[in-house]
């Protein structure tokens, strides 16, 4: 089964082609255009700017991706396209030009929540695995195996991205339990703020992270609500980084400290509340995803406390963190087609909250 999928819900257009085969996902082609340049001169996203740059981007993108491989549309077996939550000028580009070439090419459509989208990064195979799973399969012939080293269910998943900090209990494909969320900044955002209040430029979860090498954890900033259910909160750690950063003389070391310091919050909240998910509903398996999930501070920290539970970590490579189309054809695999395509809306609020 060969899936296209098209990825346009804030600043980046995606579109990839990626085919299922024995229970094993590969991508044969993934393009994604950022419009992150554009928007980092104006400290975050525009959305008028941002709906612009898509429509801009999205024939060329889709054209990129097709072409990259050799490709038949004939091939082609289902349209799977981002229905939400976004920024609504920005997902229109991407479900209206979904909606017209499932009508040309005569192919089905499936729409994918977002969210749900970024945890299937998860279930894309390596360039590494592929090769090893291949030569293993010639000799054993077992597509169990195959699939061995992919997430299992039930599993706890974490998505940190810029907009959505959410616990959600996996119990099968399509059937979750939504555990908690951000009550107001995303750990994205908060990353991003912060860097804003530091003159770094957007988005600021690498820049945090870079200046945070040359740091230390001393400010010793609040970690909200660490101790209470699975919700989050941020909004507090910001105003506590605009209040040490203005006490403070604006140093190069002063910086690089406060990133790490904030860094350091960040991720101790994450992984902790998550650490203490995966006890509570006895997982065996962790599944992180979104933006903030390329950051190696938090994959090096929930590994080390997920291995002392004896629990696995499933984390996607950086590139398949951000925004991209080969999330959205992964989890399309798992999901049915819409009965009229034409009849798909994109949803700005679309959640994981029922
Ligand atoms: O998932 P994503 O690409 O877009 C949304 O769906 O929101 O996430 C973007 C967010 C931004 O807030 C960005 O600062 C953050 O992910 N991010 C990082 C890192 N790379 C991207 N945060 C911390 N460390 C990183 N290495
Ligand atoms: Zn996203």
Redesign the pocket.
Known sequence: MIILGIET??DETGAAILQMKNGRITILSNVVASSAPLQAKYGGVIPEQAAREQIRSIIPVIDAAISNFKFQISNLNAIAVSQGPGLIGSLLVGVETAKTLSLIWKKPLIPVNHLIG?FYANWIERESSVKSQESSEKKSRLSTLATSHLPQFPCLGLLV???HTDLVLFTNHGKYKYLGGTRDDAA??C??KCARLLGLPY????EI?KLAEKGKDIYKLPRPMINDGWDFSFSGLKTAVASTFKESKPTLKVECNLAASIEAAIVDVLVIKTIRAAQKYKVEQIIVA???A??EKLVRKLKVQSEKLKVKLHNPPPNLC??NAAMIAAAAFFQKPIADPLKLQADPNLSLAS
């Open positions: 819900t804030c970024h991205s810029g907009g994205g955002e990353f991003d988005p600021g979860g690498p992270s979104g933006g903030v390329a950051n951000t925004d």
